[in-house]
């Protein structure tokens, strides 16, 4: 089984400018989580889709926003950058969320730098 | 009321020496706490987790120790190798906004073990 894959891996942008990443969930995964890691601290919840619906946000503005698609993958939108948005964007899957979804499975990242 | 307090923040071991790190948080409606092992580069890894009704877990070199009253927990690496040497996270999950389970995670330890 392949793990969670991201995409891309790395990311230059300019303050101001939209930016979107992308994420494929393991296998059989209908759970997908967004976690922003600022460098020297730990992630910090974004979303949370299960089964193409929003079921949790985290204390993030409304320029954060994202999806799940019929096959599970997901992508997270982020408008208007900010220098402050420079961090590695983190996708989890996990199967439900309820009995046995506490086991996140993370991704490599996607790794975002604003000018 | 949602911090996972994280200490400490670098630790150097000795091959072959026991790493402690340890974690304390404040909500009480926490109720998973895994422990998340991260190489550069590379997204967290589930390493080992518990739930509050048990005081101990242990797998191979690995045992969480778990404090409910005190709201403490903690990792023990025994007989650590310099392959152990990552960053690692705390994490604790509750309730977001809507329907969905979080984590809450630590700010992570830098641990080096010396060959």
């Known amino acids: 089984d392949t793990g969670v894959t991201q995409s891309p891996t790395h990311l230059i942008k300019t303050r101001g400018q939209q930016v979107t990443l992308r994420c494929s969930p393991i296998?059989?995964?209908?759970?997908v989580s967004w976690y922003q890691q600022v460098l020297g601290q730990g992630p910090q919840f974004i979303f949370q889709?299960?089964?193409?619906?929003?079921?949790g946000r985290g204390n993030f503005p409304d320029r954060f926003s994202a999806r799940q698609f019929p096959n599970y993958s997901s992508e997270l939108n982020v408008n208007a950058l900010l220098l402050g948005d420079s961090a590695l964007y983190l996708c989890?899957?996990?199967?439900?969320?309820?009995?046995?979804?506490?086991?996140?499975?993370f991704g490599s990242g996607t790794q975002l730098s604003v000018l | 009321q949602q911090q996972v307090k994280q200490s400490p923040q670098s630790l150097i071991v000795q091959k072959g020496g026991i790493s402690i790190i340890n974690c304390a948080y404040e909500?009480?409606?926490?109720?998973?706490f895994p422990w998340y092992q991260q190489f550069p580069g590379k997204g967290p890894a589930l390493l080992i987790a518990?739930?509050?009704?048990?005081s101990e877990k242990k797998e191979g070199r690995f045992t969480i120790s778990f404090n409910k009253s005190a709201k403490q927990f903690s990792l023990h690496i025994m007989d650590s190798q310099p392959g152990d040497s990552a960053t690692y996270f705390c994490?604790?999950?509750?309730?977001?906004?809507?329907?969905?389970?979080?984590?809450?995670f630590g700010s992570g330890t830098q641990l080096t073990v010396l060959p």
């Open positions: 989890a899957s996990s199967l439900d969320p309820g009995a046995g979804g506490e086991k996140l499975f």
């Open positions: 296998s059989g995964h209908k759970s």
């Open positions: 889709y299960y089964e193409k619906e929003e079921r």
């Open positions: 909500n009480t409606a926490f109720d998973y």
């Open positions: 518990i739930r509050p009704d048990v």
């Open positions: 994490a604790a999950r509750g309730q977001s906004s809507g329907s969905a389970r979080q984590l809450t």
